[in-house]
């Protein structure tokens, strides 16, 4: 079996593992009451997180959670978030093939 990317989703609260790799969060928004020197970020992707636009519209109902996921993925195959996207793909590469560069 081939080797899959280790890509591991986190809460930004929680403390930064050792050998963890990239830490990128993944989000509009800053997170509230927590300090960059705290969150130990190597990189922070805005765009490739959904827009406000289209999180007012799902309204966390669970009815449109499948029109959401078609919407959200429309939105990373525009220029900006598929660009975003790619760099994500990138870093997740460059820890597999030499997780000491990470």
Not at 33 to 47: F, H, Q, V
Request: aromatic content about 8%; charged content about 30%; hydrophobic content about 30%.
């Amino acid at each position: 079996m081939a080797d899959t990317h280790k890509v591991r989703a986190g809460r930004i609260y929680e403390g930064r593992a050792h050998g963890e790799g990239s830490r990128v969060l993944v989000d509009r928004i800053w997170s509230h009451g927590l300090s960059r020197e705290k969150a130990n970020l190597d990189e922070w992707c805005k765009t490739v997180f959904f827009s406000t636009r289209l999180c007012k519209w799902y309204g966390h109902d669970p009815e449109r959670l499948e029109d959401f996921g078609r919407r959200y993925r429309s939105e990373n195959e525009e220029p900006q978030g598929a660009g975003s996207l790619e760099h994500l793909r990138a870093l997740a590469d460059l820890v597999q093939n030499n997780p000491a560069s990470a």
